[in-house]
């Protein structure tokens, strides 16, 4: 009779197994010294005083002008916020601090090579650059607000500059991460109709000068093909006056900023008064397939966001040494490391390279050097440091105050390793979960407000009001074991304004399916589909399963793909776990495992059979895996992401795995192909 109700549940309900985990309590020196102890935020920011609580944000900005309606919802979904504002971010994260700050870091740059000595970079340093590479961009270049330029840079201070310059003058940047291929950068040059490139030569990542101007000629090559021509090249170079790429300079179009720069020295910019609306930037989601996607941000909205909560979950003050160990090319990077640190005021590290160079204890040296005491990554970070440098942060003399995770859920092991080891028991952790979509933080606890669990985000933060729907709409209530689609039921200031030139596709991805009418102009009509799936316990706390498409349907049971990841680590000698579906013609899907060991430990039949076990007594049978593959490593992206899509393909005997020109060792998926598939 029990299956045979599992059978029934709706498709969006997914079975959950997992163990609620204890609470763990933040320290009463960190609530001592909390920007937030006010459990009362919540009333304010209650549906009730919806959409006028979030002026509490607005106003840690400066404005050259008020807004007349907070919230403008008369073109449906498409929210504006805080219309008839004048605003500019770039006079927000540097000119308005230079009184009180001006000789206080801003920036501070950790090249990747450990003889290169770190990099501080004052606001007043940071104003006057920012302030030449405008006049540049602005006399040199012929820029006008509402132009979009492409920033393909890797993790040097030059990236926040450029950005900050464009938000100067109003021109919207659409910065590609730097591990993207140049086909990938050209794609995105044509849909945002960018004739302005910017790049760098070269930059270092483990151990290695890459060559990256090398990407512009096919960046510029693919833009072409889809009709888009580029003007401007503008080159950085990593060391000043020596050229690092084998890529020809195109006379005519590309030109190097530091000789540009002579001609621009101290000139000043007055910043645009730009409306609140205005779009700020244009982030491209991560996808592998289909017509890149750009979530347009907005200024004064976004802006909001991303300082109160830079203020309030991050808890950064301004005597804080903040390291957001994110890339600049996700929206992480421009929420937390760029444009919501900085206009609160912060002192935020930027680091070249990647945190196992030369060695795995390299991230808790430049915390221990640089007195960092908050500190920001992605469970992908975790688990690698984790794996190759389990002892090593005991090693070093730091203490962290605040420790962040982001980009996708932890498993509980981890989360304690995080919490035991890396913040040795004394850093209050918040589990973020958002999206590039939402600008910034949906769910969380708040530092000081609330006890940790391992595994799970949290409530929504203040103003963000989540529901969990079944896929015929109802809600499914917290307590119920049940999961589903989680939805946010208000918009909020930081959410994206639309998706770049595509309004249909921003409608029918992210509202169309729980609209109640879709002629309303009532928000209440219009909650936003966020595409994960989560369940709500009877504490408020929601638990992220992971994507709705990651669900593996086994028999009827919708399983979670992070839940039995999460049963996997609990095996002592597993690393890292990655569980895709194959094709089966009896149950339909059924789970495949990838794991990979931990230093030290040779592959074993024992350690297969130990990662069922685990997963038939977390879970039970009915998710009991085809197979279990022991890999030398896991396919990943240069951002750390474990390629799923890839194992996936594998699995189910695909000679086409896709595209896999960004991962950062594409030559183990041949090795895996063997071991799947044979010769």
Known sequence: MADQERLEVSEAEVAVHWQEEDYYYPPVEFI?????????????????????????????????????????????????????????????????????????????????????????????????????????????????????????????????????????????????????????????????????????????????????????????????????????????????????????????????????????????????????????????????????????????????????????????????????????????????????????????????????????????????????????????????????????????????????????????????????????GKAVIVDTWWQTETGGFLCSTMPALHPMKPGSTGPGVPGIHPVIYDEEGNEIPAGSGKAGNICIRNPWPGAFQTIWGDRDRYVATYYAKYCKNKESKDWRDWPYLTGDAAMQAADGYYRILGRIDDVINVAGHRLGTKELESACLLVPEVAEASVVPRVDELRGRVPDVYISLKPGYAPSQEIKDAVVKSIEDTIGKIARPKNVYIVPDMPKTRSGKIMRRVLAALSNNQQDVGDVTTLVNPEVVEEIRQMVQGS
């Open 32 to 424: 001592a010294q909390a920007n937030m102890t006010d459990a009362g935020i919540y009333e304010r920011f209650s549906l009730e005083n919806f959409p006028e609580c979030f002026k509490e944000y607005a106003d840690l900005l400066d404005w050259y002008q008020y807004w007349h309606t907070t919230l403008d919802t008369s073109d449906a979904p498409c929210w504006k916020w805080f219309v008839g504002g004048k605003i500019n971010a770039c006079y927000n994260c540097v000119d308005r601090h230079l009184p009180r700050y001006r000789n206080k870091a801003a920036l501070i740059f950790v090249p990747e090579p450990e003889e290169e000595p770190h990099v501080a970079i004052t606001y007043q340093e940071l104003y006057v650059r920012v302030n030449e590479v405008a006049a540049l961009l602005r006399d040199f270049v012929g820029l006008k607000t509402g132009d979009r330029v492409t920033i393909h840079m890797p993790m040097v201070p030059e990236l926040p500059i450029m950005m900050l310059a464009c938000a100067r003058l109003g021109v919207i940047h659409s910065v590609v991460f730097a591990g993207f291929s140049g086909q990938a950068c050209g794609e995105r040059i044509a849909d945002s109709g960018s004739h302005i490139l910017v790049t760098m030569d070269g930059y270092y990542r483990n151990g290695q000068l890459l060559d990256h101007k090398v990407k512009a000629d096919e960046a510029l090559k693919a833009a072409q093909e889809l009709g888009q021509t580029v003007d401007k090249v503008l080159v950085w170079r990593r060391h000043r006056g020596q050229y690092a790429s084998q890529a020809p300079m195109v006379e005519g179009r590309d030109y190097f900023m530091d000789d540009l720069l002579a001609n621009y020295g101290g000139q000043r910019v007055e910043p645009v008064k730009m409306p609140a609306e205005a779009p700020l930037f244009l982030m491209y989601t991560s996808g592998t397939t289909g017509k890149p996607k750009a979530a347009q941000h907005s200024t004064g909205g976004y802006l909001s966001y991303v300082a109160g909560t830079s203020k309030y979950v991050q808890d950064i003050h301004p005597e804080d040494v903040y390291w957001c160990m994110a890339d600049i090319g996700w929206i992480t990077g421009h929420s937390y490391i760029v444009y919501g640190p900085l206009a609160i005021a912060a002192t935020s590290v930027l680091y070249e390279g990647v945190p196992t160079y030369p060695d795995a204890g390299r991230p808790w040296r430049i915390a221990e050097r640089l007195n960092v005491n908050i500190f920001h990554t992605a469970p992908t970070a975790i688990r690698m440091l984790r794996k190759v440098g389990p002892e090593e942060p005991k090693k070093y003399n730091y203490q962290f105050k605040h420790m962040t995770t982001v980009g996708e859920p932890i498993e509980p092991e981890v989360w304690k390793w995080y919490y035991e080891v890396v913040g040795k």
